[in-house]
Every structure is written in structure tokens, then in C-alpha cells.
């Protein structure tokens, strides 16, 4: 009987100063994405329960709660005001640049200019609006999870297709897309509903790939190989109307 409530004192002491410290944490931390508590909460909690059968489980509970807090990091993004400019919705390595055909289930014909970003378990995984709009049309398809690194990705992998008209007569389209490890796409946009340029609206956990499809005759700004940051890193910009009309607002 002692022994059991000796332990739930020590379990309530550490809860109580793993808590303190998360206070002090704040004062120099970046911000943590709000689906990232639950997972924060669940790791911690086995942490303590793991503490306390072995130091050594318990630091490892340590350890992977600390890397779940570091996934799930929002930190503040700096936008770039510049008319016409796609800025990356994610962070990560930029995939062969090639032109295709965007997914089938968007309904768009005729191929584009894509731009595939790989995001590894370590990578800012908020992904953020391309360029201001209005969200015309989601989509979303069930699917394999092939590593995402790998092109076919795109197709076989599960997905979340949305298009976006920047105004009328040019519309851009990206894709969340699923992973190796990752198994949850969150998107927080709905039809019909307005954007501007570098506004959050999800998240892959855990590993992804975001692709986005560009007119032809869009200036890429990137190079394969290249890491980009969501909402900083300028990708592309999208060419004016020769019908002399003003350029695109972000």
C-alpha cells in the first residue's frame, strides 16, 4: 500500500514540475501547432509511467517527447508582400521540377508545371497557402503510402487535392500528400471560402510530400535539390495577363 501511494506522489511531483518547466519553456520556445497536444500529452504521460519502472525508459520517453514537441512547431513565418509570387506552402526539399497533368480529380485538363516538396520527419509540417484566392474545389483520395519521396507518390498515395482560383482564368492547384509514415492529412480550408498568400491551413504528420501545379507559363524561381521554407521561400511567380489588367494580388 505504501509503496503504490509513494508512487503516485512521485508521479503527481513529476507531473507538477514536467509542468513548470513547460511554463519556463515558453519564454523561448516556438509555438507548438494545436493537433500537436494531444500527442505531447500522450507521450509525456508514458514517459512518466515508463520513469517510473526504469530511468532508462524514462529517458527515453523523455527523448521522444521532446521530438514530438520539435515536429509539431509552428514557428512564425515571415510572408513576402510581392505581387504574382507563389511562395512554398511547406518546408523541405524540392523533387524534380517536371510538367503533367494535375490530379484527375480536380477536373483541370492539360498539363501544368509541378512542383513536388519532400518533407522528412524533422521538417516544419504546417503547410501554408501558396498565394491568395478563393478555394474552388477539395478533394480527396484514399490511397497507398509509398515513401514520398518517390514520384508515384502522387498518384497512388492518399491525398488532398485543392484548387485554387488566384482570379479568373488562372487557377493553381496543391496536394497534400501522405507518406511512408505519415497516415493523417489535415486540412482546415472549405469550399468557396477566401485565402490570402501564406495563411496556414494544415498539416501531414509525421513525414509527407506537398505538390503544387503551376501554369506553363509561370517563372520557377527554385532548383531540384533546393530547401525551401513555407511562407518565406518565394517558388515561382505567375505571369501577367497581357490584357493589360493588374497584376495578381496575394
Same mark, same amino acid.
Not at 505531447?40 to 504521460?45: D, S, T, V
Not at 519502472?53 to 514537441?69: E, K, P, R
Not at 480550408?189 to 506537398?210: A, T, W
Given at each position: ?11 503527481? +511531483?513529476?507531473? #507538477? ?5 513547460? +511554463?519556463? @519553456?515558453?519564454? $523561448?520556445?516556438? !509555438? ?10 500522450? $507521450? ?15 529517458? @527515453?520517453?523523455?527523448?521522444?517527447? /521532446?521530438?514530438?514537441?520539435?515536429? $509539431? &512547431? ?6 513576402? #508582400? ?6 512554398? !506552402? ?8 517536371? =510538367?503533367?497533368? !494535375? ?5 483541370? *485538363? ?16 504546417? #503547410? &501554408? ?7 474552388? *474545389? ?19 498515395? +492518399?491525398?488532398?487535392?485543392? *484548387?485554387? =482560383? ?13 507518406? @511512408? ?6 486540412? =482546415?480550408?472549405? =469550399? #468557396? ?5 501564406? +495563411? ?5 504528420? $509525421?513525414?509527407? &510530400?506537398?505538390?503544387?501545379?503551376? !501554369? @506553363? ?7 531540384? %535539390?533546393?530547401?525551401?521554407?513555407? %511562407?518565406?521561400?518565394?517558388? /515561382?511567380?505567375?505571369? &501577367? ?10
Amino acid at each position: 500500500m505504501k509503496n503504490k501511494k509513494k508512487f503516485f506522489q512521485d508521479l503527481f +511531483e513529476k507531473v #507538477n514540475t514536467w509542468l513548470n518547466d513547460i +511554463e519556463f @519553456l515558453k519564454s $523561448f520556445l516556438v !509555438p507548438i501547432h494545436s493537433a500537436g497536444f494531444p500527442f505531447i500529452i500522450i $507521450f509525456a504521460l508514458i514517459s512518466l509511467i515508463l520513469g517510473s519502472i526504469s530511468d532508462f525508459l524514462g529517458w @527515453l520517453g523523455i527523448f521522444l517527447t /521532446a521530438w514530438c514537441v520539435y515536429f $509539431f &512547431r509552428d514557428p512564425i513565418r515571415v510572408i513576402p #508582400n510581392i505581387k504574382d509570387s507563389i511562395i512554398s !506552402p511547406a518546408d523541405g526539399k524540392v523533387l524534380p521540377i517536371i =510538367e503533367v497533368q !494535375p490530379p484527375e480529380e480536380i477536373g483541370m *485538363k492539360g498539363k501544368m508545371k509541378k512542383i513536388s516538396i519532400f518533407m522528412n520527419v524533422f521538417n516544419v509540417h504546417v #503547410n &501554408r497557402v501558396p498565394i491568395g484566392g478563393t478555394i474552388k *474545389k477539395l478533394s480527396y483520395e484514399p490511397g497507398a503510402f509509398f515513401n514520398a519521396s518517390l514520384d508515384k507518390a502522387s498518384k497512388l498515395n +492518399e491525398r488532398m487535392s485543392i *484548387k485554387l =482560383e488566384v482570379e479568373k482564368g488562372i487557377d493553381i492547384v496543391f496536394v497534400q500528400i501522405a507518406g @511512408l509514415i505519415a497516415r493523417r492529412i489535415k486540412c =482546415e480550408l472549405d =469550399e #468557396n471560402q477566401i485565402v490570402k498568400s501564406g +495563411e496556414k491551413f494544415g498539416l501531414i504528420r $509525421f513525414g509527407s &510530400r506537398l505538390d503544387i501545379y503551376l !501554369p @506553363l507559363d509561370s517563372n520557377i524561381n527554385i532548383l531540384e %535539390g533546393q530547401t525551401v521554407i513555407a %511562407g518565406e521561400t518565394i517558388i /515561382a511567380n505567375l505571369k &501577367r495577363k497581357k490584357t493589360g489588367s493588374k497584376s495578381i494580388k496575394n
